[in-house]
C-alpha cells in the first residue's frame, strides 16, 4: 500500500481498504478473537464513524469546536493502535499499516489546529515510516511532517514531569526527528533537530552524539555533516549528568 496522505478522505479510503483485506483473512482463518477480547468490527465501524465526522468537520461551513476536534481526533489515533494491536495478535501480516495510518491522522488534525495528546502511536508510525525511506527529499519532507506535528503536541505532554524518561513519546519523538534529520545528511536540518535535542532533552543528548560519532566513522559522512555532529559531539558527548 502506497504512503496515505494527510488528507482525511484518503485516510478513509486506506482505512477501507484495509478493513476489506482484513476481512478476508479474518474469515479464512476462522474469525478469531484478538488477545484483548475486542471486536474488530465493532472497532472498524467506531472508526469509520469517527473518521466520517472528522470529514464532516473539514467539509462544514462550521465545524467542530477546537476541543471536541482534539478529543475526536485523538480517540481516532488510539483505536488505529488498538487496530494494529488486535489484528496482529492473532496473525494479520499487514496489522502494522493500521499504525502507519496514525501518521497522516495526527498531521491532518495539527493542520486543523487540533492539540496531539495520543504521540505513542504517531511516534512508532514515524519510525516505521522513516526506516522505509532512503532518499534525502523524503526524508526531509518527513522531517518536516514532524515539526508540524511536534508543533502540535499538546502540552499535557511536553510538561509531564515524566516525558525525559527513557521510552517516554515526546522523548522518542525528539530522537526519532535527530536521527531523520542525520539520515537526511542535511546540516541545516540537523541544526534545528539537535538544538531541540539539547534543549528539551539533555539526558539523552550525550549518548545520542556519541552513537553518531561512532556511525560517522562507520559511514563516512560528508565533511560539513561530520562538523555538526563533531560540534555536538565535542559540547555534550562527552558530559557527565549528576543524578
Known sequence: MEETPADINRIIEAL???IEDFSHFWDDSGNPDPASG???LVIFETLADLLEMLYDHETAEQGLGEDELTELGNYGLDLLDSLEMD??????PSHQLYGDLA????LWLARQGADIEDLS???NALARIANRRVH???????FSQSSEIMAA????VTQDPERQAEGAPWSLMLLN????ATRSLMPELMELAFRDLVEQLPQAAPDFFREGMEQMELLGYPPPVRALVERYYNAWGGRQLLH
Not at 501518521?103 to 495526527?106: I, K, R, T
Open 103 to 106: 501518521l497522516p491522522l495526527a
Open 16 to 18: 477501507g481498504e484495509l
Open 177 to 180: 526527528r535527530a536521527i531523520i
Open 38 to 40: 475486542n471486536s474488530p
Open 153 to 156: 503536541v499538546s502540552p499535557v
Open 121 to 123: 502511536p504517531v511516534v
Open 87 to 92: 489484528t496482529g495478535s492473532i496473525g494479520y
Open 136 to 142: 534525502p527529499e523524503e526524508l526531509e519532507r518527513l
